[in-house]
């Protein structure tokens, strides 16, 4: 995957279909930031899944040839861990390829299944959610879906469904913050279109309920 400069020329390459380089590009898009401070170009990604930033943090230190630490944080009761990360090129190609997480590139859609895969994977570790309960009939019951407030959530969708996955309603999450905060939406996504699509979580905690699911003897879907 290339991104053209201003005069048309290929400037960076991200090449997409190397192992990680999707993953990595669909945790940026779900819970990344970038942030430039003077001279310092920073890539910072938080989440309570110690697996998914040790992943990430794996993805770029090999990418990048570097040693960049992971760092444990209690902001409240919840322990979060940390991946930071200070590579101009990196910076200005996440930047660059998604337009400031506005849009899912074009490549991540003509790219190999296994990468399409990848990049789902890391959209779902970090604002995609797996759940499991009992229902009124006393039956197992598991829900898939996906929460966001990005400008990229309807590609996102169509990227999923091109590969036979079936989505159900956008629906408008409330505001718990402030009158200020972003609208976010949710979106179910049907469990057994999801796992024959060969998608799948990267992160155990999510994926052990997926499993779960797997071989659940009404293997449901809803």
Not at 181 to 208: H, M, P, T, W
Request: include cysteine; proline fraction near 2%.
């Amino acid at each position: 995957m290339g991104a053209d400069n201003h005069a048309g020329k290929i400037q960076y390459r991200y090449p997409l279909n190397a192992k990680g380089n999707a993953y990595l590009l669909g945790v940026y898009m779900g819970d990344g930031c970038c942030n430039k401070d003077g001279y310092h170009y920073c890539l910072s990604v938080i989440s309570e899944d110690r697996d998914v930033i040790e992943k990430t943090r794996s993805v770029v230190n090999l990418l990048l040839n570097k040693n960049y630490p992971l760092k444990c944080l209690m902001p409240n009761s919840t322990l979060l861990y940390r991946f930071r990360s200070y590579n101009r090129w990196l910076f200005e190609i996440l930047i660059e390829l998604t337009v400031n997480k506005s849009r899912i590139p074009e490549s991540v859609f003509s790219s190999k299944r296994e990468a399409i895969s990848e990049f789902v994977a890391g959209l779902m570790d970090t604002d995609g959610y797996i759940s499991t309960g009992i229902n009124k009939s006393g039956y197992q019951r598991f829900a898939l879906g996906f929460v966001n407030s990005g400008k990229w959530l309807d590609q996102f969708i169509s990227l999923i469904a091109s590969i036979g996955v079936k989505v159900g309603k956008k629906t408008l999450k409330k505001k718990y913050r402030s009158k200020s905060e972003l609208d976010c939406f949710q979106v179910n996504i049907n469990l057994r279109s999801f796992v024959e699509a060969g998608l799948y979580f990267s992160c155990k905690r999510k994926q052990q309920i997926l499993e779960r699911y797997k071989s659940s003897v009404r293997y449901q879907s809803y």
